[in-house]
C-alpha cells in the first residue's frame, strides 16, 4: 500500500479538518480508501456487511453473509442443518423452489457524492437477480458467470441507502425457459432432476448457472442462489481504466515486444499524462488526448533481457508488473496493473504416420502435461477461503503438477486461482462452462452465452497460466456416442434433430471461437473435449481422448496399456475417503458401504459395486469397515498407477495426463485424489511419485521386463543404475548394475530381461525387483518397485517396525521408520492438523525411510509418536 497524496492536497484535508467531525470521518475514510486504491481519485468500498435474507414469501429478516449463499444462511441461522451430513440433502430441496430476498444499507457523504461517476459493481449474483436501490431497479441479471457494473450515482442520496436483490427461485425460470423452448433436448444426464421434485423435467441446461449444483455423478443437487462474490462501491473522477490487455507480439533473447491494449472511461474531454511502469520502472511516459466516453489506446513498448516464465519443474516463473497510470498535475487519476509473464506456447497438431499429434510447446520446447481436472472445491462456493485455493495449487505442485484443467461443469474460477497458477507454474486447460448436453439454440441464450464469454476472455486472458480454451465437455462425444441422436430422431424427427446440432455449431463452432479470436487470439480454442478435430468424435490418433473403459465399462485394468492417445484429458477409478473423513458426515450405524448413507454419499449408479468388481481379483476381502476404505484406496492408486505409467513411457506419441479428478466439492466415494476435508488419498501420493521429472517404471511385456526411464528434464542426466532382485526378508537373490546417460525430455528403456530366467529359481509369491536411480553426487532420482504377483497373493508376514521421532522446526517432525520385512503399503495416520510427506508407501526391509509430517501447529515429536497410528496391507486381513 502508499499515499498518492501531494503537498498541496494534503493541506487542503488538513484544513477541511477543522471545520467539523463529519469532514474529520471523511478524510480518514477517505485517507483508507485511497491508500488501497493507489489513487486519491477513486474511492471503493465493499458493500459486504449488513445484510439480511428471507424468503419472499416470509416477513421475517435474518442475518445474511456476502457473498454467501441462502443454503449456507439458513445453516447459519439454524433453520437447516448441515447440507451434507448424513441424508440432510434429501430434505433441502424446497429450498431452490422459493425466491428470495437480500437487503442491507450503506453510507453515502456529500464528497462521494460529488464524483463524476459512482457505479455498483457485482462481481457474482447466483442466478436471477433484480437488484435495486432505493426501490428502484436498476440491474436485472440471468447469468452466474458474469460480473455486472452499473451506474447508479442517479439513484443514490446522501446518508442511508437501501440495497436490494431480488432472487428469482433457478427452477421456476427454468422450466418456463424449457417449456417455451417447443421442443425436447437430450436429457442432460446427471442432472439429478428426480432428487429435486421434478421428476424428468431437468432444467441445469437452461440455466447458465454451474451445473454441478444440480447434481452430478460425484456430487448432490443443492441448487442455492446468491450473492456468490463481492459487492463494490466505486466512484471516481475524469477518468478510469476499466480493462489493460498485455499483448505479447515478439520475443525473443534480447527483447519482448509488448503492446497495451488500454479500454480508458472519460467524463470529459481532457489532455493528462499516461505512463507505463515495468516492476515499478518507468519505461513509457506520453500526453494523451481523452475523449469523452470510451477511449481506445493502444501502446508499444519493450522489455530487454526478458527472463522466461516456465512451467512448475522446468524454470522459473518471473511475472512482471506492468502498470497503467494516468496523471492529473501530481495526482493519480486511476492505476491498473497486471502481472504478465513472458512465454511462447502453442499446441502443435502436425500430422504423422498414424494421424496427428497433440502437445503443447512451451518456449520452443516439446512438454508433457502431467496433471488433473478441477472442479469448484465445494457446492457453496463462498465457503471456498483463499488459504483452501492456496492449499489448493500447492497440493498441484507438491504432485509434480505442470497443468489443471477446469472442468465445464463448474465455474470459471475466482481472479485468486489463476493469480496462484500463474505464481507456481501451473498452465490451465479452461473449459467454457458446457458440460455432457445439449444446449437450446435460440436467440436469447445465444446472446447471453456470448456476453459470458466475452466477460470471461477479456478478465482471463492476461493470465500467463491460461493455455487454452475449450468449448466444452463431452458434449460432441455425448451426441455421437450416447444414442442421443436416434432417440432425437424417434421421438421429434430430423427437423428436431437439425435444431439441435445447430444450437451445438452456433456455440461451438462460431460464437466462442469468435470470441476467443477477438479477445484472445494468442491463445488456441479447441471447439471440445475430446475430440480429434472441430465436429470430428475422439480417436486414439489425434487431438485428447477421454477413455473409460475402466470403471464405465468395467474393462480390465490392463486395457490402460492399450489405449494410448495423444493426449489423455480424462480417466480414473473411485475410492472411498479415508475414515477419520467418513465419521465427519456419519455415525457409526452408516458404516457399511451399502448404508443409506454411504449410498447417498455414492453418486454413481454402480460406483459400489464397480470398486467390489475391481476389488476381488486383486485384494484379500478386508475384515471391516476402516479396511475396506483403506483397500479401496490402494485399488484406486493401482488403477492411477498403470494409466500414468502407460501415457509417460509412450511419449512423445500421448503427451499429457490429466486424470480425473483431483478434488471434491461435497464429503462422497469419488474419483478425487484429495477427499472434500483436503486429505491426500493413496491415488495423490501415488500421483507424486509418478510425476517426478525423472521417473523409472517397469513393465511387463509377453517374455520380458523392462525398464522405462522417462525425463522431463531439459538437460542430460549421468546417473548410476542398480536393479535387484530381493525376497521379503530383504535377502539380494540377484543384482545388476551399471553407468547410464538419461536423456532429456525422452522416454527409453534402460533394463529389459528374460522374465522366465529371472525368476525361475526362486518363489515368485515372495520377491520382488527393486530399481534404485542414484546421480553422481548419490541424490537419489527416483525408486521403483516390480511384483511378480497381485497383492492377494503375496506372502506378507508381520513386521517388526522400528520408529524414531525427531523435531526439526516448531511445525516440521521427522519420522525415520525401518521394518525386518516387506511392508506393503504403509500407511500413517495422526489426530492432528497436517500432512506426512509421503504414505501409502511399500518399504524395502531393513531400507530406513524418513518421512516428514509438516503440522498446521507446534507439535511436539513425543506428542506425534504416542498418537501415531500404522496400517498395512497386511493389518487388513
Known amino acids: 500500500?502508499?499515499?498518492?497524496?501531494?503537498?498541496?492536497?494534503?493541506?487542503?484535508?488538513?484544513?477541511?479538518?477543522?471545520?467539523?467531525?463529519?469532514?474529520?470521518?471523511?478524510?480518514?475514510?477517505?485517507?483508507?480508501?485511497?491508500?488501497?486504491?493507489?489513487?486519491?481519485?477513486?474511492?471503493?468500498?465493499?458493500?459486504?456487511?449488513?445484510?439480511?435474507?428471507?424468503?419472499?414469501?416470509?416477513?421475517?429478516?435474518?442475518?445474511?453473509?456476502?457473498?454467501?449463499?441462502?443454503?449456507?444462511?439458513?445453516?447459519?441461522?439454524?433453520i437447516i442443518e448441515d447440507s451434507f451430513y448424513r441424508l440432510n440433502e434429501k430434505n433441502q430441496q424446497w429450498i431452490d423452489k422459493q425466491d428470495w430476498e437480500y437487503k442491507t444499507t450503506f453510507l453515502v457523504d456529500e464528497h462521494l457524492l460529488k464524483k463524476d461517476k459512482i457505479e455498483l459493481n457485482f462481481e457474482g449474483l447466483d442466478t436471477y437477480a433484480n437488484v435495486y436501490v432505493n426501490d428502484s431497479l436498476i440491474l436485472k441479471t440471468e447469468n452466474m458467470f458474469i460480473g455486472y457494473t452499473t451506474d447508479c450515482k442517479q439513484y443514490l442520496k446522501e446518508g442511508n441507502n437501501?440495497?436490494?436483490?431480488?432472487?428469482?427461485?433457478?427452477?421456476?425460470?427454468?422450466?418456463?425457459?424449457?417449456?417455451?423452448?417447443?421442443?425436447?433436448?437430450?436429457?442432460?444426464?446427471?442432472?439429478?432432476?428426480?432428487?429435486?421434485?421434478?421428476?424428468?423435467?431437468?432444467?441445469?441446461?437452461?440455466?447458465?448457472?454451474?451445473?454441478?449444483?444440480?447434481?452430478?455423478?460425484?456430487?448432490?443437487?443443492?441448487?442455492?442462489?446468491?450473492?456468490?462474490?463481492?459487492?463494490?462501491?466505486?466512484?471516481?473522477?475524469?477518468?478510469?481504466?476499466?480493462?489493460?490487455?498485455?499483448?505479447?507480439?515478439?520475443?525473443?533473447?534480447?527483447?519482448?515486444?509488448?503492446?497495451?491494449?488500454?479500454?480508458?472511461?472519460?467524463?470529459?474531454?481532457?489532455?493528462?499524462?499516461?505512463?507505463?511502469?515495468?516492476?515499478?520502472?518507468?519505461?513509457?511516459?506520453?500526453?494523451?488526448?481523452?475523449?469523452?466516453?470510451?477511449?481506445?489506446?493502444?501502446?508499444?513498448?519493450?522489455?530487454?533481457?526478458?527472463?522466461?516464465?516456465?512451467?512448475?519443474?522446468?524454470?522459473?516463473q518471473k511475472l512482471y508488473t506492468i502498470s497503467v497510470e494516468l496523471k492529473k498535475w501530481k495526482q493519480t487519476l486511476a492505476v491498473n496493473s497486471n502481472k504478465i509473464g513472458l512465454k511462447t506456447l502453442k499446441v502443435v497438431q502436425e500430422k504423422d504416420t498414424v494421424g496427428e499429434s497433440f502437445y503443447f510447446e512451451l518456449n520452443g520446447v516439446p512438454v508433457f502435461m502431467k496433471g488433473a481436472n478441477y472442479i469448484p472445491q465445494d457446492v457453496f462456493l463462498s465457503r471456498v477461503?483463499?488459504?483452501?485455493?492456496?492449499?489448493?495449487?500447492?497440493?498441484?505442485?507438491?504432485?509434480?503438477?505442470?497443468?489443471?484443467?477446469?472442468?465445464?461443469?463448474?465455474?470459471?474460477?475466482?481472479?485468486?486461482?489463476?493469480?496462484?497458477?500463474?505464481?507456481?507454474?501451473?498452465?490451465v486447460w479452461q473449459d467454457f462452462m458446457f458440460a455432457c448436453a445439449m444446449f437450446p439454440g435460440d436467440e436469447a441464450f445465444l446472446e447471453n452465452v456470448k456476453k459470458e464469454a466475452e466477460y470471461n476472455v477479456k478478465r482471463l486472458r492476461n493470465h500467463t497460466s491460461i493455455a487454452l480454451w475449450c468449448g466444452n465437455n463431452e458434449n460432441l462425444t455425448a451426441w455421437k456416442n450416447w444414442g442421443w441422436i436416434p432417440q432425437t430422431l424417434n421421438s421429434q424427427g430430423q427437423e428436431v434433430v437439425d435444431k439441435v446440432w445447430k444450437g451445438y455449431t452456433d456455440v461451438f463452432h462460431e460464437i466462442?471461437?469468435?470470441?476467443?479470436?477477438?479477445?484472445?487470439?494468442?491463445?488456441?480454442?479447441?471447439?471440445?473435449?475430446?475430440?480429434?478435430?472441430?465436429?470430428?468424435?475422439?480417436?486414439?490418433?489425434?487431438?485428447?481422448?477421454?477413455?473409460?473403459?475402466?470403471?464405465?465399462?468395467?474393462?480390465?485394468?490392463?486395457?490402460?496399456?492399450?489405449?494410448?492417445?495423444?493426449?489423455?484429458?480424462?480417466?480414473?477409478?473411485?475410492?472411498?475417503?479415508?475414515?477419520e473423513s467418513v465419521?465427519?458426515?456419519?455415525?457409526?450405524?452408516?458404516?457399511?458401504?451399502?448404508?443409506?448413507?454411504?449410498?447417498?454419499?455414492?453418486?454413481?449408479?454402480?460406483?459400489?459395486?464397480?470398486?467390489?468388481?475391481?476389488?476381488?481379483?486383486?485384494?484379500?476381502?478386508?475384515?471391516?469397515?476402516?479396511?475396506?476404505?483403506?483397500?479401496?484406496?490402494?485399488?484406486?492408486?493401482?488403477?492411477?498407477?498403470?494409466?500414468?505409467?502407460?501415457h509417460r513411457r509412450n511419449m512423445p506419441y500421448c503427451m499429457g495426463t490429466l486424470y480425473w479428478q483431483i478434488n471434491d466439492c461435497w464429503p462422497v466415494a469419488s474419483w478425487s485424489s484429495i477427499d472434500y476435508y483436503g486429505n491426500w488419498k493413496a491415488s495423490h501420493y501415488k500421483v507424486k511419485d509418478l510425476y517426478k521429472p525423472i521417473k523409472s517404471m517397469f513393465f511387463k511385456t509377453e517374455n520380458e521386463i523392462e525398464l522405462h526411464i522417462i525425463s522431463d528434464e531439459l538437460e542430460e542426466k549421468t546417473a548410476k543404475l542398480k536393479v535387484s532382485v530381493m525376497d521379503f526378508k530383504g535377502v539380494i537373490l540377484n543384482t545388476f548394475e551399471k553407468e547410464i546417460e538419461i536423456k532429456p525430455n525422452s522416454s527409453k528403456i534402460y533394463f529389459n530381461n528374460d522374465l522366465v530366467k529371472l525368476v525361475s529359481k526362486y518363489n515368485k509369491f515372495n520377491i520382488f525387483i527393486f530399481a534404485e536411480l542414484v546421480g553422481l553426487e548419490n541424490n537419489v532420482?527416483?525408486?521403483?518397485?516390480?511384483?511378480?504377483?497381485?497383492?492377494?497373493?503375496?506372502?506378507?508376514?508381520?513386521?517388526?517396525?522400528?520408529?524414531?521421532?525427531?523435531?526439526?522446526?516448531?511445525?516440521?517432525?521427522?519420522?525415520?521408520?525401518?521394518?525386518?520385512?516387506?511392508?506393503?503399503?504403509?500407511?500413517?495416520?495422526a489426530?492432528?492438523?497436517?500432512?506426512?510427506?509421503?504414505?501409502?508407501?511399500?518399504?524395502?526391509?531393513?531400507?530406513?525411510y524418513k518421512i516428514e509430517f509438516i503440522s498446521e501447529e507446534e507439535l511436539s515429536p513425543k506428542k506425534l509418536k504416542e498418537n501415531l497410528e500404522i496400517l498395512s496391507l497386511i493389518d487388513t486381513y
Open 1 to 78: 500500500m502508499q499515499f498518492n497524496f501531494c503537498v498541496d492536497t494534503f493541506f487542503n484535508f488538513k484544513s477541511m479538518f477543522y471545520k467539523s467531525i463529519y469532514n474529520l470521518k471523511f478524510v480518514v475514510l477517505f485517507l483508507i480508501i485511497s491508500s488501497c486504491n493507489q489513487s486519491p481519485n477513486v474511492i471503493s468500498k465493499k458493500l459486504n456487511v449488513g445484510w439480511e435474507f428471507k424468503s419472499v414469501q416470509d416477513s421475517i429478516w435474518m442475518k445474511a453473509s456476502v457473498p454467501g449463499t441462502v443454503h449456507t444462511d439458513l445453516m447459519a441461522n439454524g
Open 162 to 316: 437501501e440495497l436490494k436483490i431480488l432472487f428469482d427461485s433457478p427452477i421456476k425460470i427454468g422450466l418456463k425457459k424449457r417449456a417455451k423452448l417447443g421442443y425436447q433436448l437430450p436429457n442432460a444426464v446427471n442432472d439429478q432432476s428426480e432428487n429435486g421434485g421434478l421428476g424428468k423435467k431437468q432444467v441445469s441446461i437452461f440455466n447458465r448457472k454451474a451445473g454441478y449444483h444440480f447434481g452430478w455423478d460425484w456430487g448432490p443437487r443443492l441448487v442455492s442462489s446468491g450473492v456468490w462474490q463481492d459487492v463494490n462501491l466505486n466512484a471516481w473522477d475524469k477518468a478510469s481504466i476499466s480493462n489493460v490487455h498485455i499483448q505479447q507480439k515478439k520475443l525473443s533473447s534480447e527483447t519482448a515486444n509488448l503492446l497495451a491494449d488500454i479500454k480508458i472511461e472519460a467524463t470529459e474531454s481532457f489532455e493528462t499524462p499516461l505512463l507505463i511502469k515495468v516492476d515499478s520502472e518507468l519505461i513509457y511516459e506520453k500526453k494523451i488526448e481523452l475523449k469523452k466516453g470510451i477511449n481506445n489506446i493502444k501502446i508499444p513498448f519493450n522489455i530487454d533481457s526478458p527472463e522466461l516464465w516456465w512451467t512448475n519443474g522446468l524454470g522459473n
Open 385 to 427: 477461503s483463499v488459504k483452501d485455493y492456496e492449499e489448493t495449487i500447492q497440493n498441484m505442485v507438491d504432485a509434480n503438477f505442470n497443468m489443471i484443467r477446469v472442468w465445464g461443469g463448474g465455474i470459471y474460477e475466482k481472479e485468486i486461482f489463476y493469480d496462484l497458477c500463474d505464481k507456481n507454474g501451473i498452465l
Open 512 to 579: 466462442l471461437p469468435e470470441v476467443v479470436e477477438e479477445f484472445d487470439n494468442d491463445t488456441f480454442y479447441w471447439a471440445s473435449s475430446p475430440t480429434s478435430a472441430r465436429g470430428v468424435d475422439a480417436t486414439l490418433t489425434s487431438g485428447d481422448y477421454h477413455y473409460w473403459g475402466v470403471w464405465g465399462q468395467k474393462s480390465p485394468f490392463s486395457t490402460l496399456n492399450e489405449f494410448i492417445p495423444r493426449f489423455m484429458s480424462e480417466y480414473g477409478f473411485q475410492s472411498f475417503p479415508e475414515f
Open 583 to 646: 465419521k465427519k458426515f456419519t455415525v457409526e450405524e452408516d458404516w457399511d458401504i451399502y448404508s443409506e448413507v454411504m449410498k447417498s454419499h455414492q453418486r454413481h449408479f454402480s460406483g459400489n459395486q464397480n470398486i467390489e468388481h475391481y476389488m476381488k481379483p486383486l485384494y484379500k476381502d478386508p475384515k471391516n469397515f476402516e479396511s475396506y476404505l483403506y483397500v479401496s484406496q490402494l485399488l484406486q492408486a493401482r488403477g492411477m498407477q498403470i494409466a500414468i505409467e502407460a
Open 781 to 829: 532420482f527416483d525408486e521403483s518397485i516390480y511384483f511378480f504377483e497381485m497383492p492377494n497373493k503375496l506372502e506378507l508376514t508381520k513386521p517388526t517396525i522400528d520408529i524414531t521421532v525427531l523435531k526439526t522446526s516448531s511445525k516440521k517432525v521427522v519420522v525415520e521408520v525401518k521394518a525386518d520385512v516387506l511392508v506393503k503399503d504403509i500407511c500413517f495416520t
Open 831 to 848: 489426530p492432528f492438523s497436517g500432512r506426512f510427506s509421503n504414505n501409502y508407501f511399500d518399504m524395502i526391509p531393513n531400507k530406513k
